[in-house]
Structure formats: structure tokens, C-alpha cells
């Protein structure tokens, strides 16, 4: 595949040279700060937490006026996955890694009489009625594996429930395990702190946007900017938590909302994106299409087109469909792909 | 051969309490099946044990049970996989094994040194019902050929017909089997093409298909459009795609909703239950109420009788276990059936004193040993080698609506299924799999490998992967190599304490040849989508890639390792499972294949595992045919243990009810 053409360093020479990138609406700001209030962080201080929100800010932002990271509160979901093991039992009956199926209650059931949705929807078994969070259990060591991801080996190696091979194994560096991710955030949101703070005299979160997206390219170890020589260097810590933070702050975008981020679920809407669409699916029964013994046939599908007839007797034969657009694609999407893949 | 080292400490607490489970099974006055492993082999064997009413059996998974109310009303079987990218294809999955307590390691070859990798290898999910519940469905028959293709190259028991490798035949032949795929594809709920005309002829689209004696149990459901495209131009260029055979329901079936196409299947588990896998054969044998399940149940040591049997063979005496509880317990076993992977059951076999790993400085060598006389435990590890080719297409192809891929083409699998069709100068690729899919989380981290921050921005709102990706992927035939090993790595434990199975592959030349062979036709293929001719003529591929594979093997079809073979210098198992040197040591799964044909391998397994049961129900899989016509005959009698124990199939219907084999016990289907 060809590389994309994309150059950040005309993207950020843009940006600075058009002084501060478009500002973000007031009343976004606010609001952040608000939910910054409300948040009942489980493990980010006051301080990270700000520092966090804004690096996921610039990570996905929102400057083409469509939500990003900020509005989706990735920084939301990455504090529920750092602060896993710590919810209070009223927020959550398990620890907070996998959310519990099967639905979200967000889709109907399908209507097979009528075909289409139909107007009834399941309860949501990712909440109880009291809104709680509902997760699958850890069984087996599996909260171990867990803690030891979050927390560091020392959950394992100091554990004398453990065969001391095992723990042996960890120790050596037999068996690898990533940084701890609680020690990286908390290092690495301090060290963007810092670099701000000699870059522009202020933390991250407050320093202006154009300096922020400057530390992260340097961060991300892209392009330096270039002319004035003035590029911040970026301490370890935080140059180790970048890929980390951007892969949280990306998952905290476009996974379900009961993880805490996708707030609303509207960075699918963004993405043109169903998300979880059971129990509906993607086939809607026709009942013009049923046979009599087999039950409701899977026909008309609004996204993949219009069929054509099955014929449960003559043999089966395949479904076909017409080709349709898709009505809400932009038609010229497949130009501007071409263009971001440098092939025009 | 000597006891293995008896029962560990601390297991006196355990012994009684075997004593006194013994006892109460006494009561029923059936001898006692054990089964290692619920996945698709080990719930098929244990249906069928436990529906021909001679046996009470006992099945240890060591994953969790995630359906509630499993065994009960099926209506009333519950779950928790919800259509959730993060949980099951970002973040180690909720029923994966996980890395960091369950290692594997690797190496390419034993010169590589004792590992070059630690992590994650070819694992699969586990928990009760096993792989099946994260797959996508495939469920493909093999050809006629893909059973004797060594002597049909010139090959023959002794003499491989491909340098370096231990190419050779199955111990059957399709003909053999073909009731067990019959009677699988309608146990289990699979849809597909082939169907039954007005005169009664089966007739199949699918001319690469070997012949079937029963239609597919439902009609295939909606095509994804993504694969339609493809399957326009692989026509337009002489090639036959297919809808292809899959154990999903197209229509509410045995209890289970259709599908709806919800976009979440490959590395998902069903959230409405209309994937068709081990856990609805689980459910099934459960209902007997002749089976006991006990989830997180991992176990760690076969228990070998000392002294030998009738004919100096080796008997399991009991099996022991860590509990959920991390408590060691110990079971007796009147006989015991590995289902646990190729890979986990050869960690078990060598941890339980049966075969030896390879001598390292010579690691092409057999060693006869203990339990093993060819010396071949554990050799052979085959996977399929995938031969990715994707392009980006400038139309919206939505390749997530669906069921990941509802087409395949069979034309690069190699000459056509008949031996008549033979041409050994074509060489063998495998099954090629239209389409696939990529989620947003995905999407989204795959192109910080390219773009940050709102160049990446502008890159996911008009989504080149997730929107316009098509993929196509032949899972090509991979050549059994002695050197190619499962052995226990010499230092690294897991969380039980227990050495990890170590993994030892590099690919024969033959498979790589055959994917440099091909991978141009995959490419010609997507560039033939759209233009002149076609029923798309609007779309067209804006860019035409080739996915290298992986060093560290990742491939969830798993074959080989104990191979089963004619007589026990050639493989490790019988034509019917039982390990030559055990008189009550049966394996299932697709460790038993000799040779790993380039189709997806569930439904063999599941044929092959009904076969096996069906071999020990009769009292055949006691007897060691070592002959062609022995097998032959062989087979009829494990045919009526078909007719017997699932009359209400069509397959059942078609052999009619022959009756009970003279030498085969009585055996009553439950109700």
C-alpha cells in the first residue's frame, strides 16, 4: 500500500504560521470544564486529568467544528481503565475491563411481521436499572494478568500464592509485560506538563494549541518544526506514554459508550458508523420474501440495496442484490481517499 | 511404562474425594469418559458417548462457561458478547488465553535458539465451547483428493512424494467420512448452496465441490456486497465462487434465530446465538443428563498405570486438574479423550511421561519413546499459510455488513476434487476467502502509523479501511515437516506452574512457492472489479496491496502432532483416534490430521470427531485396522452408529436404520 503523502510538517507550519488554530467554541470549553468538575475522577488528579483531556484533544481534535477526543471525553474512558479495580461497587459490579453483552438497549428488535425495527427494545444488560455498570467477571487469574498491566509485576513477583517459577519468569523478563500503564500516565502527563511549562510558561492544557500540537509532533516523533529552532525537546516519560495515550485516546473515541467515552455516540455518527447493532443486525426481514415452512426470509436490507427473489423450491439459489450508493456516502469520497493515499 | 511421578503433594485431600466420587458413579453401572477439552471435538465426542447411553461422561474445560443456563431450555441459554471491538479484537479478549498467565514461546528452527519469541502463538479462544465461538463459520468439506494426494503425486506409505516433508495419505477416504460431514452440517446448522431438485438429484453451484448425499441443512443467507463485487469479477475472469457452506443460521433452526448480519462475527462471540458451534453440541449432550461439565478446569497430568495392558499397551488410569479454586484434583477415567488442541495436547501427553521431545541437535530425527513408538508426537505442526492481497476501492463497500465473508473460490486449492481431475502439475493453494472486514478502533490506530492528529482526522471521516477495504485471503495448504514441533519450553511456566508449550515452525518451500504462485491472480482479481462487463462497472480499486505474514505464526487452524496413520511407525494415533501404544487413550481435533488440505478445518474436525466416538460406542476403536480394506469395512459399521444415535437427520434417513453391527454393543439414543 502506498504510504500516505500527508506532510505534517506543512500541517503544522500552517498552523502556526495562521497564528493559533482555530479556536475551540466557547461553550465547548466550558463545558469541558464542567464535566472536568462533574467527572468524579477514579485515578487522574485534577491536574492530569486537565493535562490528559488536552493531549486527547489534539490527539483527535475537533477544530473542523466535528466532535474529536474532548467531546467524546476519551479522557473519560482512560481514567475508567486506569481506575479498573477501584470503582465503588454502586458504579460498577466488576472490575472495568470488559463490558457484559448482549445488548445495549441503543437498538430495536426486528419487526418480522411488518419487516423493518420494530418499535420494542431490549433493557440494556451493559447497566442495571440503577444505571450501574455491568462487566464480564475476571475468572480464573485474570484480574491478575490485569492489575499486573495496570499496576507493574510486583502484583505477580511479590504474590506468594504464585509458583515462584512463574514469578521467576515475570522477574527475568521471561514472560514480558509493558510498563505499567498507572505509572506511565502518571510520568508521562507530568513530563507534557513540564515541557509546556519551558516551551510556553504554562501547563499543557493552558498553553495555546499550535504549541501543544508542536510538543506532540515532537512527542509522536514526527517532524521537528522547522526555522525557528525553537522546538521543545520531550522527556522520556512523555515521548513513552505518547503511542500509548494516542491508542487509549483513539479507543476511547470509537468504543461502546459504556466504556465512558463516545460520549453519545457521536464519533460513529461522525464515522458513519452503526456501532453494536444487535438485536436488529444489518438484515431486515421482508415478509414478502418468506417462505412458508422455513420461517421469515432475510430480504430488503436498506444498506445493502434492493434484492432479488429467493426461491425456496426451484432450488437455493444465491441472493442477489442490486448494486446501490450508499445514499449518505459522499460522493466524492473515493477522489479524496485517492488524494490521502497520494495516488492523484 | 512407568507411573509418571503419581500424584503430586497435597493431592491426599484430593484422592479421597476421587474415592468418593468413584463411588457414587458406581451406581450407574456405566464406565466413565473423560474429555479433555469442549470445544468442537470434545462436545461432539461427548454427545456422542453420552447419547449411546454406554457411558457417564466427565468434560474439563479450563475456560470459563459464558452461556448462562447452558443444558437447560434452549431458549432460555443466555450470553454476554455484546458487538464490542474493544473487548474482542483491541484488549486481550475476555475468552482468549491470555499471554501474560499462559505464554507460548517461539522459534523459527532449533538453530534459532532456545526462543526468539514469548507471548501470544497461534492461541485460541478458550471457554466452554470453545474456538468456535470466535470464528467465523466456515464450514468446508475437503475433496476426494485432499485424501490420497501423496499417492496420486507418486508417492507412497514410505516415500513422500515432496522432498523434506512427511507428505503421505489419510488412513480414509472421503468416501469414508462423508456421512460424518453430513450428519456435522446438521447437528451443527450449516447454511449453503447445494440443495435437493424435484427429481431428488442433489444439485451443487459449487462444481469444485466433491459429491454430497444431503442438501445443506438451511439455503445460504443475504450475500455481502463486498463479496458479491468480487465473486462478478472472479466469474468474468473463469473462476467459480460459491456461497460458501457456513455454521450460521439463514433461518431459525433447531432453536436458534437467523442471523442479521450484525457486522460482528469473526473474533466474536454470537450475541443471538445464531453461530453454530461446539457450545450447541455442549448443550445437546448435556441434556442427556449423562454429562458432568466443570469449567476452569485446567488440566495438567494424564495419570499412566504402571505396569501394561492386554498386548503391552498403556492405560490412563486418571487425569488430574487444577480446580477454579486452584485446588489439584484427581479423577479416575475408564477412558479419556484429549480435545484440547494440537498444541495443548501434546504439552499434556509430554508432561505425562508419553513421547519425547525432538534431540535438539538433530531436530529431523524421530524418538521413539514411552507412549510413542514412531517418535513422532508433536511433529508435524501444520498451519495454513495466508496469502493476504487487499485493495481500497473508491465506492463505499460497507465489507462489514455481513457475516465477514459469504463467498469463497476453490479454483487455487489446487486440480479439481476428483482423483480423475488429478493434475499434478497445478500446484495446491487452498480456499480463497472473499472479503473481511476492519472495525474504527482498528482503523483509527492503523493510521497513526501514517497520520496524527487532524490529518488523521480527515483520514477516518472518509474511513479508506473500514469503508473501502476489500480483502481476499487463500488459506493455503501448509506441508507437514518433522522439524515443524510442539515441544515444552525448557524454562518459562505458566501461572499453574506448569512448563509452556513451545513452538518450533518455519514454512516448507512449497507453500511459499505456491503463494508467490498465486498472489498475482489474487491481485488480478481485485483489479477486475468494476469497469467493462461488469455488474459494477462504477467501481474500481484505487490501490492493490500484499500483507506479508507474520514471523511469529498466529494462524488459529491448527493441524498435526499426532498424526493418525495405519500402524504405528507412520503416526500416533489409529485410523480411529486411539493412541497406538494406549488401549484407552483416544484423541480428537485436528492434531489427528496427516496432511492440513487448504480448507478451513472445523467441519473435519467435527466429521472426524464424530467419527472417532462413533469408533469407541461400536468397540471398534479398540481394534487396530492397519489395512485399507480394514478401514473400509470399518467404516460401514461406524456409519450405523449414525443411523442410530441421530435418526431425525436427513443423513440418518438416507442410510436407513441398518440395525446394530454384530460386534457392536447395544446402544440406545437418548431421548
Given at each position: 500500500m502506498a504510504r500516505l503523502e500527508v506532510s505534517r510538517r506543512g500541517f503544522l507550519a500552517g498552523a502556526v504560521a495562521g497564528g493559533a488554530a482555530t479556536a475551540l467554541p466557547v461553550d465547548l470549553v466550558a463545558r469541558a470544564a464542567s464535566v472536568l468538575a462533574a467527572s468524579g475522577a477514579r485515578f487522574f488528579t485534577a491536574a492530569e486529568y486537565a493535562t490528559c483531556d488536552a493531549l486527547s484533544a489534539r490527539i483527535l481534535?475537533?477544530?473542523?467544528?466535528r466532535p474529536g477526543a474532548r467531546e467524546a471525553r476519551a479522557v473519560d474512558f482512560i481514567d475508567l481503565f486506569l481506575g479498573a479495580f477501584d470503582l465503588p461497587a454502586s458504579a460498577a459490579d466488576q472490575p472495568a475491563i470488559w463490558i457484559r453483552g448482549p445488548f445495549s438497549g441503543r437498538n430495536p428488535y426486528p419487526d418480522p411481521i411488518a419487516g423493518g425495527a420494530s418499535s420494542r427494545y431490549p433493557p440494556s444488560d451493559m447497566r442495571d436499572a440503577a444505571g450501574r455498570r455491568r462487566f464480564l467477571p475476571l475468572t480464573g487469574r485474570r484480574a491478575l494478568a490485569w492489575r499486573a498491566r495496570l499496576e507493574g509485576p510486583a502484583v505477580i513477583t511479590e504474590n506468594p500464592e504464585l509458583p515462584d517459577p512463574y514469578r521467576a519468569a515475570i522477574k527475568r523478563g521471561l514472560i514480558p509485560l509493558d510498563p505499567p500503564l498507572r505509572s506511565l500516565y502518571r510520568a508521562g502527563l507530568a513530563a507534557f506538563d513540564d515541557v509546556a511549562r519551558v516551551a510556553a510558561g504554562g501547563m499543557f492544557a493552558d498553553v495555546p494549541t499550535s504549541v501543544q500540537d508542536a510538543i506532540l509532533a515532537r512527542a509522536s516523533g514526527g517532524t521537528s518544526l522547522g526555522g525557528g529552532g525553537h522546538a521543545p525537546t520531550i522527556a522520556q516519560p512523555a515521548a513513552q506514554l505518547y503511542p500509548v495515550l494516542e491508542a487509549h485516546t483513539l479507543q476511547g473515541c470509537f468504543a461502546l459508550p459504556e466504556y465512558g467515552g463516545n460520549r453519545d455516540a457521536a464519533m460513529w455518527r461522525f464515522a458513519r458508523w452503526e456501532g453494536?447493532?444487535?438485536?436488529?443486525?444489518?438484515t431486515v426481514y421482508d415478509p414478502a420474501l418468506a417462505d412458508a415452512d422455513l420461517g421469515p426470509a432475510q430480504g430488503r436490507n436498506a444498506g445493502f440495496g434492493r434484492p432479488g427473489v429467493y426461491e425456496p423450491r426451484g432450488g437455493y439459489r444465491e441472493v442477489r442484490l442490486v448494486s446501490t450508493p450508499d445514499p449518505a456516502a459522499d460522493p466524492g469520497e473515493g477522489a479524496a481517499i485517492a488524494v490521502l493515499l497520494g495516488l492523484r | 511404562m512407568g507411573r509418571r511421578g503419581a500424584v503430586a503433594a497435597g493431592a491426599t485431600v484430593a484422592a479421597a474425594a476421587v474415592t468418593a466420587v468413584a463411588a457414587a458413579r458406581r451406581g450407574t453401572g456405566r464406565p466413565r469418559a473423560v474429555v479433555v477439552g469442549s470445544g468442537a471435538a470434545g462436545a461432539t465426542v461427548a454427545r456422542v458417548l453420552a447419547r449411546s447411553g454406554l457411558y457417564d461422561v466427565l468434560v474439563l474445560e479450563k475456560g470459563p462457561l459464558l452461556h448462562p443456563g447452558l443444558g437447560g431450555d434452549i431458549a432460555s441459554v443466555g450470553n454476554m458478547f455484546a458487538g464490542d471491538e474493544l473487548a474482542y479484537e483491541i484488549r486481550p479478549s475476555p475468552f482468549a488465553q491470555d499471554p501474560l498467565l499462559e505464554p507460548r514461546s517461539f522459534r523459527p528452527t532449533a538453530k534459532s535458539g532456545m526462543r526468539t519469541f514469548v507471548g501470544e502463538v497461534n492461541n485460541l479462544p478458550t471457554l466452554v465451547g470453545g474456538a468456535t465461538a470466535h470464528y467465523d463459520a466456515k464450514a468446508r468439506r475437503l475433496r476426494e483428493v485432499d485424501f490420497l494426494t501423496n499417492s496420486l503425486l507418486g508417492g507412497g506409505p514410505d516415500s513422500?512424494?515432496?522432498?523434506?516433508t512427511t507428505y503421505t495419505d489419510w488412513p480414509m477416504r472421503y468416501a469414508h467420512l462423508e456421512p460424518f460431514y453430513a450428519v456435522m452440517e446438521e447437528l451443527v446448522g450449516v447454511q449453503g448452496p447445494a440443495y435437493r431438485d424435484g427429481s431428488g438429484a442433489i444439485v451443487n453451484p459449487n462444481p469444485l465441490e466433491s459429491p454430497r448425499s444431503t442438501p445443506f441443512a438451511m439455503p445460504p443467507g443475504v450475500a455481502m456486497y463486498s463479496n458479491l463485487v468480487l465473486a462478478d469479477a472472479a466469474r468474468r475472469l473463469g473462476l467459480h465462487p460459491a456461497p460458501v457452506p457456513t455454521a450460521v443460521n439463514s433461518r431459525p433452526y433447531r432453536g436458534r434465530p437467523a442471523c442479521n448480519d450484525c457486522a460482528f462475527c469473526l473474533d466474536f462471540g454470537c450475541p443471538i446465538a445464531a453461530k453454530g458451534g461446539g457450545i450447541w453440541l455442549l448443550h445437546d449432550a448435556l441434556r442427556t443428563g449423562r454429562v458432568e461439565l466443570r469449567s476452569e478446569s485446567t488440566v495438567v497430568r494424564l495419570e499412566v498405570a504402571g505396569g501394561s495392558r492386554a498386548g503391552g499397551l498403556g492405560h490412563v488410569e486418571a487425569v488430574t486438574y487444577i480446580d477454579a479454586e486452584g485446588s489439584r484434583q484427581t479423577e479416575t477415567a475408564d477412558l479419556v479423550v484429549l480435545a484440547c488442541t494440537p498444541i495443548e495436547a501434546v504439552r499434556l501427553a509430554l508432561r505425562s511421561g508419553i513421547g519425547a521431545p525432538p534431540d535438539e541437535r538433530d531436530p529431523a530425527a524421530r524418538r521413539p519413546a514411552a507412549g510413542d513408538p514412531g517418535g513422532l508426537l508433536g511433529r508435524n505442526l501444520m498451519f495454513h499459510r495466508q496469502t493476504v492481497v487487499y485493495g481500497v476501492f473508491d465506492q463505499d463497500l460497507h465489507p462489514h455488513r455481513g457475516r465477514t465473508s459469504t463467498h469463497t473460490i476453490d479454483d487455487l486449492a489446487g486440480s479439481g476434487p476428483s482423483p480423475r481431475d488429478f493434475d499434478a502439475s497445478i500446484p495446491r493453494g487452498g480456499i480463497l476467502e472473499l472479503g473481511g472486514n476492519a472495525n474504527p478502533i482498528f482503523e483509527a490506530m492503523a493510521m497513526t502509523q501514517v497520520a496524527h492528529g487532524a490529518a488523521l482526522k480527515r483520514i477516518l471521516a472518509v474511513s479508506p479501511f473500514r469503508r473501502h477495504l476489500n480483502t481476499l485471503t487463500m488459506q493455503g495448504e501448509d506441508m507437514p515437516q518433522l522439524t515443524n514441533a510442539v515441544d515444552l519450553d525448557p524454562e518459562i511456566v505458566d501461572v499453574l506452574g506448569e512448563p509452556v508449550p513451545r513452538i518450533t515452525y518455519s514454512p516448507h518451500r512449497h507453500e511459499v512457492e505456491a503463494a508467490n504462485r498465486y498472489t498475482p491472480r489474487l491481485q488480478e482479481l481485485l483489479g477486475a472489479v468494476g469497469g467493462t462487463g461488469s455488474a459494477y462497472p462504477e467501481l474500481h480499486a484505487l490501490e492493490i496491496g500484499v500483507n506479508v505474514p507474520d514471523q511469529v505464526p498466529n494462524d488459529k487452524h491448527i493441524m498435526g502432532t499426532h498424526r493418525m496413520a495405519l500402524d504405528s511407525e507412520h503416526g500416533v494415533c489409529t485410523p480411529y483416534g486411539r493412541m497406538w501404544a494406549f488401549d484407552n487413550l483416544y484423541c480428537a481435533g485436528g492434531g489427528l490430521f496427516p496432511t492440513a488440505p487448504g480448507y478451513n478445518p472445523t467441519l473435519t474436525i467435527w466429521a472426524l470427531s464424530y467419527w472417532v466416538a462413533a469408533a469407541i460406542v461400536s468397540g471398534l476403536g479398540a481394534t487396530g485396522h492397519r489395512t485399507a480394506a480394514q478401514v473400509d469395512a470399518g467404516a460401514a459399521t461406524l456409519t450405523r452408529v449414525i443411523a442410530q444415535l441421530d435418526a431425525d437427520t436427513m443423513i440418518a434417513r438416507r442410510l436407513g436404520r441398518t440395525g446394530v453391527a454384530d460386534a457392536a454393543p447395544m446402544i440406545t439414543p437418548a431421548t
Open positions: 481534535p475537533s477544530d473542523d467544528g453494536d447493532t444487535q438485536p436488529l443486525g444489518n | 513422500p512424494a515432496i522432498a523434506g
